[in-house]
């Protein structure tokens, strides 16, 4: 059973250009969140979403920050006109059910980007 | 707002040295407590995890108790090996609404030589 799927790895953006970083759950997982990590900090919570609804955005920018989960196919967490604070390290995470005590997130290797 | 806090790294130990990692957390209510590892190029592996004051968590010869009256759940180890060498983050649960997002601490560099 694969784990959690982030791609690209890296990716590398000059400011005013759009980022796209995609996340595949473990099979079965329908709950997915991300993080973000800036240098020197811990991981932060961004959003929530299960298929086709966003649960809780309370943790992303206002603006120029969006993600979605389509019915069919991955996670997309979009970045719209990036700029250099951007650069940081976006973890995904998929759960089967509600991510509570008992139910674990499973993280992704996360996406690198990096804004020139 | 909830909050962790963890020692800052690099925490560099020779093999078979007693590990400690401290980690302090500020919360309202009653969050469940985490160990995440990362090692390079991978994703955050659970490691273990705490749902309740007194509760102790173990695994791979880890082991972290949750102290609520010190609002701590340090992470100890009896004797590292070269392979545990990875980024070690706390967290906590913040349970709303029936569902848990985890907030971290900045993670803890461990590095053990032979």
């Known amino acids: 059973n694969a784990g959690v799927m982030q791609n690209p790895r890296h990716l590398v953006r000059r400011r005013g250009q759009e980022a796209r970083l995609r996340c595949s759950p473990m099979k079965g997982h329908s709950h997915v969140y991300w993080y973000r990590q800036l240098p020197e900090e811990g991981l932060k919570f961004m959003v929530y979403?299960?298929?086709?609804?966003?649960?809780?955005e309370s943790g992303m920018p206002k603006e120029r920050f969006s993600a979605e989960f389509p019915k069919e196919g991955p996670s997309i967490l979009r970045i719209q006109q990036v700029v250099r604070g951007d650069s940081a390290a976006y973890f995904c995470?998929?759960?089967?059910?509600?991510?509570?005590?008992?139910?674990?997130?499973?993280f992704g290797p996360g996406t690198r980007l990096t804004v020139l | 707002g909830n909050s962790v806090t963890q020692m800052e790294g690099p925490v560099t130990l020779s093999e078979e040295a007693f590990l400690t990692i401290n980690c302090t957390y500020t919360?309202?209510?009653?969050?469940?407590l985490f160990w995440y590892v990362q090692y390079p190029g991978e994703g955050l592996q659970l490691l273990l995890k705490?749902?309740?004051?007194?509760d102790k968590g173990s695994n791979k010869g880890f082991e972290a108790t949750y102290r609520k009256e010190t609002t701590s759940f340090h992470l100890e180890k009896g004797s590292v090996q070269v392979s545990d060498s990875a980024v070690y983050f706390c967290?906590?649960?913040?349970?709303?609404?029936?569902?848990?997002?985890?907030?971290f601490g900045k993670g803890t560099m461990l590095l053990v030589s032979p």
């Open positions: 967290a906590l649960s913040d349970p709303r609404s029936g569902y848990s997002t985890l907030t």
């Open positions: 919360a309202t209510g009653y969050p469940s």
């Open positions: 705490a749902t309740k004051a007194d």
């Open positions: 995470a998929s759960s089967p059910g509600l991510a509570d005590s008992y139910n674990e997130q499973f």
């Open positions: 979403l299960q298929k086709e609804n966003i649960i809780d």
